[in-house]
C-alpha cells in the first residue's frame, strides 16, 4: 500500500499539478496480475523467486505508470490496495491518496471488482476512473469501426456479433453508442442449439472474447497463432479478438492526457466519452498504412502510440469544445439523424 510519483513532473504555474497527474492503480487480483501495459520496447524480465506479490506488483504498476506519463505527457503516481482491503477500502484509499490526481486508470485488477471500485469513487466525488476493462471495450469498438471503414462499410448498416458478451458488460452498449444498431450478443450456453460459426454467419464482423488473453511473457509472433473453424470461415480480418491487443497503451494514454487538459468535471467516464474515444483511434488507424495493424501488433511501436494518443486528446478537446449548448454527447454535428427526419 503507497502512492508514489511514478516519474516526477509538476503542473504549470497556472496549471495545479493535481489537474496534470494521473493516478495509476491495481490490487493485483487479476490473473498473472494482468497485462497491465506493454513495455513497447522490451521483454518484462522474470521476477525474482522470492519477490513477494506485493513487490512484484509494486514494479509492475510502476512501470505502467511510467509509460503512460510517457505516451501521455503527463506526470504519474500510482497507488495499490492494502492487503486484504474491501473494495470500499480499496476506493477510500483511491479517494483519499495522498497523491491527489486528475484522473486515474485501474489496471491488473478483477473486472467485477475494478467495476465496483470505480462507482464506489464516483459515487463519493472522486476522480474519474478509468478501469482496464473499459479501455479494452473502447479498442475492441475502434477496431470494429477500422475494419468497416477500410471496407467502405457504414456500421449503421451493417450487424455486428460479439462473442461470449458477458465477458466484458459496457462492450454491447458501447458499440451501440458508436453507431451499430443491429448487435446480436452470443454465449457458451447458446452452444448446444446455435453453435457459433452458424450463430456468425451473416454478421458483418464478430467480436470473440472467449478467446483468453495470451500468458504473460507469450512472444508477439505467436499471439495471432491458432485459427478456428470460425477464422476460417470468415472473411480475413471479420473476426476481432483481445489477443495481441494492448488497451493501456493503445487507448488509456490519450483519454487520461484529455482529462487533464480540460478543467475537473468537464471531462466525466462514461459511453459519450469512450464513443468519442473509440471513434478517435479508428480515424487515426485509418490514416496509417494498412500493414500497420496496431490492434493486433502485440507491442506498440512507442511513435505509434504517442501520435495515436495525441489524435485522442485533441479530438476530444474539439468535441468539447465544438459541442452544442444542450451539452449532449454526441455534438449534434455526429449525431445519426433519426429516420424521416
Given at each position: 500500500m503507497s502512492a508514489h510519483a511514478a516519474a516526477g513532473g509538476a503542473g504549470s504555474a497556472d496549471t495545479p499539478a493535481r489537474l496534470r497527474q494521473i493516478l495509476v492503480i491495481a490490487d493485483g487480483t487479476a490473473p498473472g496480475l494482468g497485462p497491465g501495459t506493454s513495455d513497447l520496447n522490451a521483454t518484462d524480465p522474470p521476477a525474482p523467486d522470492s519477490a513477494s506479490l506485493a513487490q512484484v506488483l509494486q514494479a509492475a504498476l510502476a512501470k505502467d505508470a511510467a509509460l503512460i506519463q510517457q505516451l501521455a505527457g503527463v506526470p504519474t503516481a500510482v497507488q495499490t490496495a492494502g492487503e486484504g482491503d474491501t473494495a470500499t477500502d480499496f476506493a477510500a484509499r483511491i479517494w483519499h491518496c495522498p497523491t491527489p490526481a486528475a484522473a486515474g486508470y485501474l489496471t491488473r485488477t478483477d473486472p467485477a471488482r475494478a467495476r465496483t471500485v470505480q462507482r464506489l469513487v464516483e459515487q463519493a466525488g472522486g476522480p474519474p476512473v478509468l478501469t482496464e476493462e473499459d479501455a479494452t471495450a473502447i479498442a475492441l469498438a475502434a477496431a470494429a469501426l477500422h475494419y468497416l471503414r477500410r471496407l467502405g462499410r457504414d456500421p449503421y448498416r451493417s450487424r455486428i456479433l460479439v462473442a461470449d458478451a458477458l465477458r466484458?458488460?459496457?462492450?454491447?452498449?458501447?458499440?451501440l453508442a458508436c453507431g451499430f444498431p443491429d448487435i446480436s450478443m452470443w454465449n457458451a450456453p447458446d452452444t448446444a442449439w446455435f453453435p457459433l460459426p452458424r450463430a456468425a454467419r451473416d454478421a458483418d464482423v464478430v467480436i470473440d472474447l472467449s478467446r483468453q488473453d495470451p500468458p504473460p511473457g507469450t512472444p508477439a509472433a505467436t499471439i495471432g497463432a491458432g485459427a478456428t473453424e470460425l477464422d476460417l470461415d470468415r472473411p480475413e480480418g471479420s473476426v476481432?479478438?483481445?489477443r495481441g491487443l494492448d488497451p493501456g497503451a493503445l487507448i488509456a494514454p490519450g483519454l487520461l492526457r484529455a482529462i487533464t487538459e480540460h478543467p475537473a468535471g468537464a471531462l466525466p467516464f462514461g459511453?459519450?466519452?469512450?464513443?468519442?474515444?473509440?471513434?478517435?483511434?479508428?480515424?487515426?488507424?485509418l490514416a496509417r498504412p494498412r500493414s500497420d495493424d496496431l490492434f493486433r501488433a502485440g507491442p506498440i511501436p512507442s511513435a505509434a502510440a504517442q501520435s495515436i494518443a495525441t489524435a485522442v486528446a485533441l479530438s476530444i478537446h474539439v468535441a468539447l469544445t465544438t459541442q452544442d449548448q444542450d451539452n449532449g454527447w454526441p455534438p449534434r454535428s455526429q449525431r445519426r439523424p433519426h429516420a424521416g427526419g
Open positions: 466484458l458488460p459496457i462492450l454491447s452498449p458501447l458499440l476481432i479478438t483481445r459511453l459519450g466519452v469512450y464513443q468519442m474515444c473509440a471513434e478517435a483511434v479508428a480515424r487515426a488507424m
